[in-house]
């Protein structure tokens, strides 16, 4: 049993570590060389890593790579406590890492990918909750209800990351996820709106998840 959980917990920090690293990489190389990439492919590239991911190592850890997601799944049952404590550390490692990786690679001489908000602190916060609650509406039904086939899991995850990127990205990064956030934010040292970006992806994962488990009951 441990040790089944310490491989989810690998499964858990290898996939968070290839959301920072791949994601907000892209964001540091349109910053270092902004003719090496187009901006519009930042959100594909995010929804892309997000989807391999989920078919490489969901079956192993049901593929979360987000506190907020793990939270809201224990507010659903679906994990224990013993999971949901082991599984942040490991998502907030693996950006931590990720982020640590890119100073290797890169320096200091950019933002390291962090989310900034453009918008007021209430319109910020509304925002985030609203993508992250659709985030998790599509990650609970697809991922626990047995009538959507499971080939879709990974195109329908991290299209809807790659659409609330687009979206959402010129006004708040759209973060909807504290680890990817955090990561990026402690190497950079710049803590700005950092409590946001982790209370508002965690209050919005446990709406979405409130709202699909009343709208599935008894169906």
């Known amino acids: ?10 499964a858990e920090f290898i996939g968070t570590f290839a959301l920072v690293f791949f994601g907000c990489g892209s964001m ?10 187009s901006p519009d492919a930042i ?12 078919y490489a190592l969901g079956h192993i850890s049901g593929a979360h790579f987000n506190p907020a997601v793990s939270v809201a799944f224990y507010q659903n049952k679906s994990i224990s406590i013993q999971e949901l404590s082991t599984y942040i550390p490991a ?13 290797f690679f890169f320096g200091n001489d950019h933002s390291f990918g962090m989310t900034i908000n453009k918008l007021t602190s209430y319109q910020g916060i509304s925002f985030e909750i609203l993508m992250s ?24 995850i991290g ?9 959402g990205g010129p006004f708040t990064g759209a973060s909807m996820n504290p680890a990817r956030s955090l990561g990026p934010a402690i190497l950079s ?31």
Do not use: W
């Open 91 to 103: 998502q907030v490692v693996g950006a931590i890492g990720a982020s640590s990786t890119h100073k």
């Open 1 to 10: 049993m441990r040790s089944n959980l310490i491989k989810r917990c690998i």
């Open 189 to 219: 040292n710049n803590f700005d709106n950092i409590i946001m970006y982790i209370l508002a992806p965690t209050v919005g994962a446990m709406l979405g998840a409130f709202i699909y488990s009343y709208i599935r009951e008894n169906q």
């Open 159 to 167: 299209g809807v990351i790659a659409v609330c990127s687009f979206i």
């Open 28 to 37: 540091i190389l349109y910053e270092l060389n902004p003719g090496a990439i």
């Open 43 to 54: 959100p594909i590239i995010f929804g892309l890593i997000i989807a391999v991911m989920v």
């Open 133 to 156: 609650m659709f985030l998790m509406l599509t990650i609970i039904s697809v991922s626990t209800d047995d009538r959507v086939s499971k080939a879709v899991t990974g195109i329908s």
